[in-house]
């Protein structure tokens, strides 16, 4: 028996009852990474986000078809890979591994299937052929376009209409293009890059089409719902839904959501402004568990500001949760009667939140006001209450991953941290050095600069605190 849940749909701009097209069972998309080298925390969030989603689709009866994708054929890899000499495909395969590292460290659960670009080209191609045969595509010199004004109802995502969309392009558009918004399918190969043999000649997909084929291949023609950060929605999403209608003739999904981003100091986190902590990075520092619990503690289509404030408190919380569930292991009933109603009742009020459009800050929340009451109930408690508190823990495993497999181990870690932190040598100096330095990179409006030394300062373990006076303070973070 599956449970009732609310999402918000991207395609309606409203919370929906989600129905799946056949009873049960879910066929769900979310987009991968493009492998070119660590990827940033930011990245990390629309990771753990299709991780909830799939924890709580299965833990609330679903049989879940998950898949995500992995982009090893991209202009940015060709371009990394020619820097260090390496083979494209070769040089994308090693940073699948260190991604697969990184999304294990985050505790996430595997998917069903996790393809490769490279791996899809037959069913890539056909599907470029289908839209071709449709009307909807062409070929110009061996590149193969997409039509978008063939597709009416083009933008239905995004909001976005093409007369909008061509009145905003400011460059001189290709003089191949049947329309300025027209994209492309696949391109011409180029000397020294990979490519595949197809009925256009030698080349490779562009971008958008990837995600089309390899949804088709393993979910079939319409899917269930599709996830991805928000920066996707256009033109990535909303050409994804062309080019699958034009190939399949029937709708390509029926739920859309998307995560918000993850903004750091004023702007969203990314390699092109500098302000990036990759992920490898923050859990060698700070672990996973900690990670995790940051960029779930609130809702996934809410942004999440990165302050110190907000790490702490993820640390915190952390230590506090995992204190709790090995304490609980030592528990000892007292007595034979019948479950505390406020015990009882604690995965209904959570599984109220997680159906609440995957409420996850609202399931942590409930969680806590348990933890209070376990805690003053603690020599009271009978067999069946003792039996619902591992139960309660278990859930807030399964769902949202907060709880550790072997909570030892996280408290192990955290003890270290305090003592590595305890026994090293804090240069003072230094520190105010760096304070004074930010405080004139500050006044001169150099941001960059100025996000650097928080970082630097971070990457100790150092907590930088900003007054109203405009002085800053600071502090060894209590790990």
Same mark, same amino acid.
């Given at each position: 028996?599956?449970?009732?849940?609310?999402?918000?749909?991207?395609?309606?701009?409203?919370?929906?009852?989600?129905?799946?097209?056949?009873?049960?069972?879910?066929?769900?998309?979310?987009?991968?990474?493009?492998?070119?080298?660590?990827?940033?925390?930011?990245?990390?969030?629309?990771?753990?986000?299709?991780?909830?989603?799939?924890?709580?689709?299965?833990?609330?009866?679903?049989?879940?078809?998950?898949?995500?994708?992995?982009?090893?054929?991209?202009?940015?890899?060709?371009?990394?890979?020619?820097?260090?000499?390496?083979?494209?495909?070769?040089?994308?395969?090693?940073?699948?591994?260190?991604?697969?590292?990184?999304?294990?460290?985050?505790?996430?659960?595997?998917?069903?299937?996790?393809?490769?670009?490279?791996?899809?080209?037959?069913?890539?191609?056909?599907?470029?052929? &289908? !839209?071709?045969?449709?009307? $909807? @595509?062409?070929? %110009?010199?061996?590149?193969?376009?997409?039509?978008? =004004? *063939?597709?009416?109802?083009?933008?239905?995502?995004?909001?976005? &209409? !093409?007369?909008?969309?061509? $009145? @905003?392009?400011? %460059?001189?558009?290709?003089?191949?293009?049947?329309? =300025? *918004?027209?994209?492309?399918?696949?391109?011409?190969?180029?000397?020294?890059?990979?490519?595949?043999? $197809?009925?256009?000649?030698?080349?490779?997909?562009?971008?958008?089409?990837?995600?089309?084929?390899?949804?088709?291949?393993?979910?079939?023609?319409?899917?269930?719902?599709?996830?991805?950060?928000?920066?996707?929605?256009?033109?990535?999403?909303?050409?994804?839904?062309?080019?699958?209608?034009?190939?399949?003739?029937?709708?390509?999904?029926?739920?859309?959501?998307?995560?918000?981003?993850?903004?750091?100091?004023?702007?969203?986190?990314?390699?092109?402004?500098?302000?990036?902590?990759?992920?490898?990075?923050?859990?060698?520092?700070?672990?996973?568990?900690?990670?995790?619990?940051?960029?779930?503690?609130?809702?996934?289509?809410?942004?999440?500001?990165?302050?110190?404030?907000?790490?702490?408190?993820?640390?915190?919380?952390?230590?506090?949760?995992?204190?709790?569930?090995?304490?609980?292991?030592?528990?000892?009933?007292?007595?034979?009667?019948?479950?505390?109603?406020?015990?009882?009742?604690?995965?209904?009020?959570?599984?109220?939140?997680?159906?609440?459009?995957?409420?996850?800050?609202?399931?942590?929340?409930?969680?806590?006001?348990?933890?209070?009451?376990?805690?003053?109930?603690?020599?009271?408690?009978?067999?069946?209450?003792?039996?619902?508190?591992?139960?309660?823990?278990?859930?807030?495993?399964?769902?949202?991953?907060?709880?550790?497999?072997?909570?030892?181990?996280?408290?192990?870690?955290?003890?270290?941290?305090?003592?590595?932190?305890?026994?090293?040598?804090?240069?003072?100096?230094?520190?105010?050095?760096?304070?004074?330095?930010?405080?004139?990179?500050?006044?001169?409006?150099?941001?960059?600069?100025?996000?650097?030394?928080?970082?630097?300062?971070?990457?100790?373990?150092?907590?930088?605190?900003?007054?109203?006076?405009?002085?800053?303070?600071?502090?060894?973070?209590?790990?």
């Amino acid at each position: 028996m599956t449970r009732e849940i609310k999402i918000h749909n991207n395609l309606t701009r409203k919370k929906e009852t989600f129905q799946t097209i056949e009873a049960g069972k879910v066929k769900f998309y979310s987009c991968g990474p493009t492998t070119y080298d660590f990827l940033h925390i930011g990245n990390a969030r629309a990771f753990v986000v299709g991780d909830l989603f799939n924890r709580v689709l299965k833990a609330f009866g679903y049989d879940v078809t998950f898949v995500r994708n992995f982009t090893d054929v991209d202009d940015k890899i060709i371009a990394r890979a020619k820097e260090v000499n390496q083979d494209a495909i070769k040089f994308a395969d090693h940073w699948v591994t260190e991604v697969q590292k990184d999304m294990e460290s985050l505790g996430m659960r595997p998917a069903t299937h996790t393809p490769k670009v490279s791996e899809t080209m037959p069913e890539i191609i056909q599907m470029i052929q &289908d !839209i071709i045969k449709n009307g $909807s @595509g062409y070929v %110009v010199d061996g590149e193969v376009l997409f039509n978008v =004004p *063939t597709m009416p109802d083009y933008g239905k995502l995004s909001k976005k &209409d !093409i007369d909008g969309l061509q $009145s @905003g392009i400011r %460059v001189e558009v290709d003089a191949h293009k049947k329309h =300025p *918004t027209d994209f492309v399918l696949w391109k011409p190969a180029k000397e020294g890059e990979a490519s595949w043999d $197809s009925p256009w000649g030698k080349g490779r997909p562009g971008w958008h089409i990837e995600c089309s084929a390899m949804a088709k291949k393993f979910l079939g023609n319409t899917l269930d719902l599709h996830h991805g950060g928000i920066d996707l929605m256009f033109p990535h999403h909303e050409n994804e839904i062309a080019q699958s209608e034009a190939a399949n003739k029937c709708g390509f999904c029926n739920y859309w959501a998307h995560n918000e981003f993850l903004n750091f100091g004023t702007e969203k986190m990314s390699k092109s402004l500098g302000n990036v902590i990759t992920i490898r990075k923050f859990v060698e520092a700070y672990g996973g568990q900690v990670l995790r619990h940051v960029l779930l503690s609130v809702h996934y289509r809410a942004r999440l500001e990165w302050t110190d404030e907000v790490l702490q408190r993820a640390m915190d919380e952390v230590k506090r949760i995992h204190e709790f569930v090995i304490e609980t292991k030592r528990y000892k009933a007292n007595g034979s009667g019948p479950i505390d109603p406020e015990i009882e009742k604690c995965i209904e009020k959570m599984m109220e939140e997680l159906s609440n459009d995957f409420n996850s800050a609202g399931a942590l929340g409930q969680y806590f006001t348990f933890l209070r009451y376990t805690k003053n109930a603690k020599d009271n408690l009978s067999e069946a209450s003792l039996k619902q508190i591992h139960k309660t823990n278990e859930f807030m495993r399964e769902t949202l991953g907060f709880v550790n497999i072997d909570p030892e181990s996280v408290m192990a870690e955290f003890k270290k941290q305090e003592q590595n932190t305890s026994n090293s040598d804090v240069d003072a100096a230094w520190i105010e050095g760096l304070i004074e330095e930010r405080k004139v990179a500050k006044a001169s409006k150099n941001w960059a600069r100025a996000d650097e030394i928080r970082k630097e300062l971070m990457a100790k373990k150092i907590e930088l605190k900003d007054n109203p006076d405009g002085s800053s303070t600071w502090k060894i973070l209590g790990l």
